[in-house]
Each structure stands twice: as structure tokens, then as C-alpha cells.
């Protein structure tokens, strides 16, 4: 008993650095528990009847949950997800991998608290074969799983793409579950709010692993952590300060730096290595980074932690920090010099993996939340709001930079976060000049539902001819920011209140469910899918949510208005990396993997632009000067 207390008052030390001597904010929960309290090592001494304190205590060969993996470049990354173990049970866990028909260990990692997670990393990693594993705790407990071959022999590449994992519903998600099995991704995306307990985040994640264990057990998965996570109601990390409170408007974080670690660690840390792993302000680690699955290369990125906090830096025109709801207000007001969005870092790391295609044929960006407002009315069709300083759609400037880099690599965009589905085209300078983006919906739309829904019922310009949906178009978002919406998936219902009450009825339309989205490396194109929670698989696309799929050509990320060609490259090598700067200020146009040996490079204006060329990256040969012409002769281009 003693071993115990004293394990939990280290604990509360190691969870709260440096909070009690600045003592200037609670640390208890509405009930008096503390961050993670149902996960605590003390947890075997408690009687406790609360749900989540139940749900953790599980019988001892079941206390390994579930595993997460990708491997990359020949390095495989595993977390292992452990229920919380007793005192006199060993810390340590075991990696095993079938190979010739035996088990043999691979590995074997500590068990770490807070979090009971485990990791393996294992180099040299041969990706061309599926291997069975299994992950082991003392002489019972197991978990079981597939490590799949990277699927590059595949034309069409599918991903998963899941967000918004409702507490109001905590049940089983057997109903998405078997459908993904039988759509058969090759990657899983989960787009953050995994949790939405807060201050209890192990219990929520093994609950969120036990939910989703017989899909995740066998593919490789992308989750990241978004506000709900690490308690806050949103989030706008500027670079690791200290929140104010956990509204999150100051910008920071609100808990202690070793719980917002522990959720980072439990959910990114089997992601490939940080691009740039230096550490951000009260030594809170980063995950953004690179992964290449099947020859479609994802940018995993961070797009909160980052962000400047609007409070106090721009001015108040709605109820609180962060909400807007003066029309006709100057976006210039919000827009201001030093607001931050993705940060300096990332845009170096997006500047750089737009130019590498080593491994990739086409490319995508995977983040937590929309760049852009595409939301009118908020927890119910009585509540419109004109802006929401949540979403990435500000501040602008960062967006526009953003979207610019995207756009630079012929990538979509893919997120979550906002409850509400929707593909939308962005605009920068115009309308419909960048790149695609789909939001997936809430996995379960009971938390906070939201609608689009323009306030005077009117299509935009130019809506989308062949839609069954009325809003579609050119708009306008609340921050200003050019969209082209193609599709959306409203609710039915008329409140967050009416939706949780009906949350499990199949016939009734929540907008809730996932988004699939396929890479077709052949032809070139992506479609975006949208299927509700209870959709019937059998009976095809009829099922998907009105509006949906939506194709389109790689190449249509890059909207803008061409002005003419450039001499043809002829390349003595297929499927070359071709860059064309402009060489007036230095602006990299584009930089892509071309199909076959033959390219002609389009431009957007009249100059003079330098192209580079090579087989991974354009570093092997270059030519300046070039200026657009019908009639030139085709540019010789060597690279053996």
C-alpha cells in the first residue's frame, strides 16, 4: 500500500513540474479527480464506480490493447498500448515477429508511465513482406496483429480518414469497423479527438483502441492529437507556452507539459522520426513528419501547435476571443504582421518535402483541422456564426503560405475536426487556383453538431453543374478566404441536443461516419468518398452521403490560369522530378513527378524560368532562362 501511495504522489510530482510552485491555477476535475486519474497507479486501491475507472480494469490477459505501427525507409515504429498494470506485474513487453513459420522476439521496450505505452523501433526493416506480430506482456497477455508490405505494386491507393470520436456514444464502432474491413484501407487516418474525456486520456484511449483494435491491428495508422485530447476545448499551441485557461484562446497549453508528452507520445510516437525533432517551449516534444505509403508520400503536420492565440492580439468582435460575428468587419483587422500558423519550422520541412519525390508518385498533407471557415450555423440552425478563429482559416496570410506549399507538390488536403463533412477547392489569389481539401465528418456527430448553410439560401458563382446538393459553389468564407464548395453533409436534425438523443438510430442522418479517399497512381486522380455511419456497403455508392464521390485530376491542385508552355522536356529516364522556378523572384512554380520521358512545363505568366531535373529530386540537371514559346525545340534531358 505504501509502494503505491508513494508511486502516485510521484506521479502528481512528475505530471506537475513546475504548476504547484506557481500555484495559480487548480489542477482537480469537476469530481476532484486529477489529470489521468482513473489511469493512476493508485487505481488498484480506489472503488470506483465511474465508467472509464471500470473500463481500465481488465482481467490480466487481456491487458495489452492494441498496437499501432508504419514503417518507412526501412525503419519500422510500433507502440504498444498497455491497460494499467498492478504493482507486482513486470514492466517490460515483447515484440515477436513470425518469420519462417516460428515466433522469434524482436524487441523488447519498458512500459512507460504515465501512459502504460511501450515502443519498439526496429531498423533495417524489410518492407516488401507482409509479417505477422504479436505483442506480449508476462505469459499470458497478447495482442495480435499484420505488418503489411508497403503496397507499392497497388494502382490505387486508399485511406481511411476519421475524426470526432464522441464520448456521448461509448459503445462499440462495429458498424464503421466492419465496413472499413471490408473497403480494405491501406492507410488509417485519425484526424485527432480521438478522446474527448480530457484529463482522462489513457482510460478514453484504451477505450478508443478497444473500438477500433480488429481494423487497426493489421495496417499501418496515422493518429494525431487534436484539442479534446489534451483537455482543452481548443487549442492554439504557439510554439508551447502556458495557457491561461483551457479555453486555449491565449494560446499554449493548459495542463502540464508531462500530460500533454504523455498524450503526444501514446499517439504519435509510432510515426516515422520528426522531420525536425528539437523540442518547442516547456520541452514539449514534435511528431511532423513524412510518410510514404504505397508511392503516395503524406506530410503529417501539426497545425495547432504552432498557431498564434487571438486573444490580445486582434481585436474582439463576437462573444469571446475567437468567435466573430460583426459583418462587414476588414479581415485586415485579424490579419496581422507576426500571427503565426504552421510556423517557420514546418514551412521549411513543407519546403522541402515538396521538392523530394524519393519513393512518391503523387502526394497529400494530413492535419488536424480545415483551412478555411466552411461552417455557418454551430450546435444548432439557430446559432450562425460569421467566423470561428479555430479553424486554420486564420489568420490568413498563414493559410494562404500553407495552401501555396500544398499547391507547389500537387497535394490534396485532408483533416478533421470540424463535425461536419465537407470537399471544398481552395482559393488564394482566386477562386478554385489551389489545391482540393476534404474534411472527414465526426465518427460519432453527438458532441457538437454543425451545419453549412448560407444565410441567404443561395447557390455561389459557378456552382458545381452536376450536384444534387443546392450550395454549392463559389464563396466567401467568414474570414474572407475564397472556397469552392463541392459537397457537404449537413445533419438532419436541427441540434446537437436533438442529434445526441438519436445517435444510434440508423435511419436518421447525423452527417456522421468517415471519408475514403482513393490515389489512383495510374491515372492520376482522387476521389473523395463520404459514408455515414450506417450506409450498406451492397448497395454501392447510392449509399455514400449526397454530393459525394468527388474526382478530380492530381494536376487540378494547381489551379491557376496557365499563360503558355516551355520548351518540351525529353528526358532519357521515365518518370523524372521536374522543378520550374520563376526566375524573376525565385518562386518554385511546382515540382513534380512526371509519367513517361516526355513533359512540357506550364507557367502561369510571361519571364523567364529555370527548369531542374532528376530522378528523385530535381538535382541533376538544370536549364535557365527558358521563356514560354509554341515553337520551341524540345530540351534535351540526360540523367544516366
Known amino acids: 500500500m505504501k509502494s503505491c501511495v508513494f508511486s502516485f504522489l510521484s506521479f502528481l510530482i512528475v505530471l506537475m513540474p513546475d504548476f504547484a510552485a506557481r500555484g495559480d491555477r487548480p489542477f482537480a476535475g469537476p469530481r476532484g479527480e486529477t489529470l489521468d486519474t482513473y489511469c493512476a497507479e493508485d487505481i488498484w486501491e480506489k472503488d470506483n464506480n ?111 480518414s476519421l475524426s470526432c470520436n464522441s ?131 503524406f506530410a503529417v503536420l501539426e497545425d495547432r501547435k504552432f498557431k498564434s492565440g487571438p486573444k490580445g492580439k486582434i481585436p474582439q468582435m463576437g462573444p469571446r476571443p475567437d468567435h466573430i460575428r460583426e459583418p462587414g468587419y476588414d479581415p485586415a483587422k485579424i490579419d496581422l504582421p507576426g500571427l503565426k500558423l504552421l510556423g517557420d519550422r514546418q514551412m521549411a520541412f513543407l519546403h522541402e518535402w515538396g521538392q523530394d519525390w524519393t519513393g512518391a508518385q503523387m502526394k497529400a498533407v494530413l492535419s488536424q483541422t480545415a483551412l478555411c471557415g ?43 475536426d470540424q463535425h461536419l463533412a465537407v470537399v471544398v477547392k481552395h482559393g488564394i489569389d482566386a477562386f478554385r487556383d489551389g489545391p482540393y481539401a476534404c474534411t472527414s465528418p465526426a465518427t460519432i456527430n453527438s458532441y457538437y453538431g454543425r451545419w453549412w448553410w448560407p444565410e441567404d439560401e443561395r447557390p455561389g458563382d459557378n456552382p458545381i453543374s452536376d450536384s444534387p446538393l443546392p450550395w454549392t459553389g463559389d464563396y466567401r468564407d467568414g474570414l474572407y478566404n475564397r472556397i469552392t464548395m463541392f459537397a457537404y453533409a449537413n445533419p438532419e436534425l436541427d441540434s446537437t441536443q436533438q442529434m445526441a438523443k438519436h445517435r444510434r438510430e440508423p435511419q436518421t442522418n447525423l452527417g456522421d461516419g468517415y471519408a475514403l479517399v482513393r490515389f489512383d497512381k495510374k491515372r492520376r486522380t482522387i476521389t473523395f468518398e463520404c459514408w455515414p455511419r450506417y450506409a450498406d456497403l451492397s448497395k454501392g455508392d447510392v449509399q455514400q452521403y449526397p454530393g459525394w464521390p468527388v474526382t478530380f485530376k492530381m494536376e487540378e491542385n494547381d489551379g491557376r490560369k496557365v499563360f503558355g508552355h516551355l520548351a518540351e522536356i525529353v528526358s532519357d529516364t521515365a518518370d523524372a522530378v521536374v522543378q520550374v522556378i520563376n526566375e524573376a523572384d525565385g518562386d518554385i512554380l511546382y515540382t513534380l513527378r512526371i509519367q513517361g520521358k516526355r513533359f512540357r512545363p506550364q507557367v502561369y505568366a510571361p519571364g523567364s524560368y529555370t527548369v531542374k531535373v532528376g530522378r528523385e529530386k530535381p538535382d541533376a540537371w538544370s536549364a535557365s532562362g527558358i521563356k514560354p514559346d509554341a515553337d520551341a525545340n524540345p530540351l534535351m534531358v540526360s540523367l544516366k
Not at 484539442?227 to 495542463?255: C, K, L, M, P, R
Not at 467566423?387 to 507538390?409: E, I, V, Y
Open 50 to 160: 465511474a465508467f472509464l475507472a471500470q473500463s481500465v480494469k481488465v482481467p490480466r490477459d487481456q491487458v495489452v490493447g492494441f498496437a499501432l505501427y508504419t514503417h518507412d525507409s526501412g525503419v519500422l515504429k510500433m507502440s504498444a498500448q498497455l491497460y494499467p498494470l498492478k504493482p507486482d506485474e513486470p514492466r517490460i513487453v515483447r515484440l515477436e515477429l513470425k518469420t519462417g513459420g516460428q515466433w522469434r522476439q524482436a524487441a523488447e521496450a519498458p512500459v512507460v508511465y504515465p501512459g502504460w505505452s511501450a515502443h519498439f523501433r526496429i531498423e533495417g526493416w524489410d518492407g516488401s513482406k507482409d509479417v505477422p506480430y504479436r505483442v506480449r506482456h508476462g505469459a499470458k497477455a497478447m495482442f495480435e496483429g499484420l505488418i503489411r508490405k508497403d503496397p507499392v505494386d497497388k494502382e490505387v491507393i486508399v485511406v481511411g
Open 167 to 297: 464520448n456521448n456514444d461509448r459503445s462499440d464502432r462495429d458498424d464503421i469497423v466492419r465496413k472499413l474491413k471490408q473497403q480494405d484501407p491501406d492507410l488509417l487516418f485519425f484526424a485527432g479527438d480521438q478522446s474527448y474525456d480530457h484529463t482522462q486520456h489513457t482510460a478514453a484511449w484504451l477505450l478508443w483502441g478497444k473500438q477500433f483494435r480488429e481494423i487497426i491491428k493489421d495496417r499501418p495508422v496515422v493518429s494525431i492529437p487534436d484539442d479534446h485530447d489534451i483537455g482543452q476545448g481548443n487549442v492554439w499551441g504557439e510554439g508551447g507556452i502556458v495557457a491561461d485557461s483551457t479555453a486555449g484562446d491565449s494560446g499554449g497549453y493548459f495542463y502540464p507539459a508531462d500530460y500533454i508528452r504523455m498524450v503526444d507520445r501514446c499517439q504519435t510516437w509510432h510515426l516515422p522520426d520528426a522531420w525536425d525533432p528539437r523540442p518547442i517551449e516547456q520541452d514539449i516534444t514534435v511528431y511532423y513528419t513524412r510518410l510514404r505509403v504505397g508511392g503516395v508520400d
Open 374 to 416: 466552411a461552417v455557418h450555423l454551430h450546435q444548432s440552425k439557430q446559432n450562425r456564426l460569421l467566423a470561428d478563429l479555430d479553424c486554420n482559416g486564420w489568420p490568413q496570410t498563414g493559410r494562404n503560405q500553407a495552401l501555396k506549399a500544398f499547391r507547389r507538390a500537387f497535394a490534396c488536403h485532408l483533416c478533421g
